[in-house]
């Protein structure tokens, strides 16, 4: 989002530009990449920076040095600085003289493997893909990506994609041909900087009980019929029942399908996990 003052100065509101990750040694380079201009001429020129602040109390600039590099505006931030910041991210008012925007730094420790998370994928209308919100204060994003496997293998890159959302997510979504050979019950481990994800693949639709890839008021009835433990059940079954991802399948489930049946209420939302 863009708010101008006047034509001389650009204030970025809810826009982060850059996201630098600091893993506990050394300095920490981050590239201003904006791609707007105004009145013609670049407006993250090295000189130009007028000030950063934290929590609105300026940065000395004792901790930083900005500079050009190839054209591009670079801001490092020097260890003995990053050391005091708190972990997960930290917002920083960058102030140049015709631009204002935040730049987050994310600190994480060496130790991160204990933030983890367990979600499975179902198929959507766009097919087969997981929407990731984040992993405690250190968010799952693009940037922070490191490898992905399935049972123990690693992953060909040409198999899926990967795409930023909202501010801190990203959204991954699985190549259709790659999809037909996988099983359900099968792990994919996705590790980043800040954590590991672990998806476990689910060959069907949130709410698609019968299998024939649409709503409607059989899977309802299936639903209350698995809650009452009159149809024996398998872990699938019930992972594409419980629409409302409680852990359970009870009448609710059943009440929600039914109100997608009739249009109540939008299609589950298979793909946003919010931690």
Partial sequence: ??????????????????????????????????????????????????????????????NYTVYEKEGKTFISFKEEYLKTLNEGNSFIDVIFKRVDFDLAVLKVTEDYSSNEMKINMLKTDEGFSVRFAGINEAAVRKDLFVSMTKNGEKVDEKMYDITYYYRFGMNVKFNDEYVKTLKSGDVFVLEFLTGKVYITFINGRLGDLNSDDKISAADARLALRLAAKLDSSTRELDVIADVDKNGAVNASDARSILRVTAKLQTVFDSVDTNI
């Fill in 1 to 62: 989002m863009y708010a101008s003052a006047d034509d001389n100065r650009i204030i970025i509101k809810d826009l982060v530009i850059s996201f630098p990750v600091w893993t506990g040694k050394g300095d920490c380079e981050t590239e201003i990449d904006l791609p707007e201009s105004v009145n013609g001429r670049e407006f993250v020129k090295a000189d130009e920076l007028e000030n950063l602040m934290l929590s609105g109390k300026p940065i000395g600039k004792e």
